[in-house]
């Protein structure tokens, strides 16, 4: 199934050039799964053919993942405002969000833009903490830009071998997000 997706990603890449690039790291950041891991490399590979410009590959997907995790930050807000919220549950889980958040949130997003796996899901608990817009979309510009250089320069120096990338990265992406896990399971009590 994942190389029927990665198929997919690199022919619509193919295809649409720096449009795909956009559209689908719009929904890489708004919570869909198809991994930037795929779709930065393989533009990095296009733009050492010369068929992409490495300037607008870097902007395409940047703006993706600012429109994408817009679209995630006002799904949590949307949350907070929701009745589902009420549920116990649900809502100490956001409240331990929120507290985390206002401690921890301009670092957060900023790392979390870098951090495999993190990157898709940081908009959303930002959004459940009421994070300021303006700091938010900052920090995620901040962070998606060295991830989206970052990982279509290996699909540059690594031209027909990138999809090594993304064979390495799913089990780094699970390590991280399992540390965050055990972070937050261990230290819930100071959030």
């Not at 449009?19 to 950041?29: D, K, R, V």
């Not at 533009?43 to 995790?69: C, E, M």
Request: aromatic fraction near 10%.
């Amino acid at each position: 199934m994942m190389e029927a997706m990665v198929q997919r990603v690199i022919s619509l890449i193919e295809a649409g050039s720096y449009p795909a690039i956009t559209g689908l790291m719009i929904l890489e950041s708004a919570l869909i799964p198809i991994p930037s891991e795929v779709i930065m490399p393989f533009a990095g590979f296009l733009v050492s053919r010369g068929k992409l410009n490495l300037a607008l590959v870097i902007l395409s997907g940047t703006f993706g993942n600012l429109i994408g995790s817009l679209i995630a930050y006002l799904l949590g807000l949307r949350i907070t405002w929701s009745p589902i919220k009420r549920l116990p549950l649900i809502r100490r889980e956001a409240l331990r969000a929120e507290c985390f958040m206002a401690k921890h949130g301009d670092i957060s997003v900023f790392l979390g833009r870098i951090m495999p796996g993190v990157r898709t899901f940081i908009s959303l608990p930002a959004g459940l903490s009421r994070m300021n817009l303006l700091k938010f979309s900052a920090y995620t510009l901040a962070g998606s830009i060295p991830w989206n250089l970052f990982m279509t320069y290996l699909g540059m120096i690594l031209e027909e071998r990138w999809k090594i990338i993304s064979f390495y990265l799913d089990p780094l992406a699970l390590i991280v997000f399992l540390i965050i896990l055990i972070y937050l399971f261990l230290w819930r009590d100071e959030m």
